[in-house]
């Protein structure tokens, strides 16, 4: 055994925390209303095809009514982004991303908490992002990443339903 006394550096070095269970199951509690389902992707010699949304899963209530797809080079960060009136539902089809959540609601059992995802081809997955959660995705990868976004309001160019913070931000307790 090591004296850690003797160990320069460890008495400021930060310890890592369990992230994941011996199964592989993140050991993160998500934020009250935040959905995520991980994708189902079937595979043969000519490809894949990925399952992203079915009505039978329950995942949400709220009917689809607008659909775009995204892309983010590498490096790239969409977001501090928050809605008041609708649910972003994205789905994570390729590259390596971070996503953040903040939840700043404070009527909210999470109020305050903070989730950190990674997704995309090694874990797609269909994530549901409710009013008053901020996020923030940023491609970590070395590829450009394609998200879907499947919301629950179709975009008002008029009005649109989107507020937006510096990736900075002092009102955010996590740096993307």
């Known amino acids: 055994m090591i004296d850690r006394g003797r160990i320069r550096g460890l008495t400021v070095a930060v310890k890592d925390v369990q992230s994941v269970t011996t199964s592989g199951d993140p050991v993160q509690e998500l934020i009250h209303g935040v959905r995520l389902r991980h994708g189902t992707t079937h595979a043969d010699e000519r490809g894949d095809l990925c399952e992203i949304y079915d009505d039978r899963w329950e995942f949400t209530t709220d009917p689809v009514v607008y659909a775009y797809l995204l892309t983010l080079r590498p490096g790239s960060i969409r ?11 994205l789905f994570f089809a390729s590259g390596t991303v971070k996503v953040a959540l903040y939840d700043a609601r404070e009527d909210s059992p999470s109020v305050g908490d903070v989730n950190v995802l990674f997704l995309g081809t090694h874990d797609r997955a269909l994530l549901r992002i409710p009013p008053g959660v901020y996020h923030a995705v940023k491609n970590v990868g070395t590829e450009e990443a394609v998200l879907m976004n499947l919301p629950s309001r ?13 990736d900075d931000s002092e009102e955010i307790p996590y740096r993307i």
């Open 154 to 166: 179709a975009y008002d160019h008029a009005d649109p339903d989107k507020y937006r913070l510096a």
């Open 79 to 89: 977001g501090w982004s928050l809605h008041t009136k609708q649910d972003d539902r």
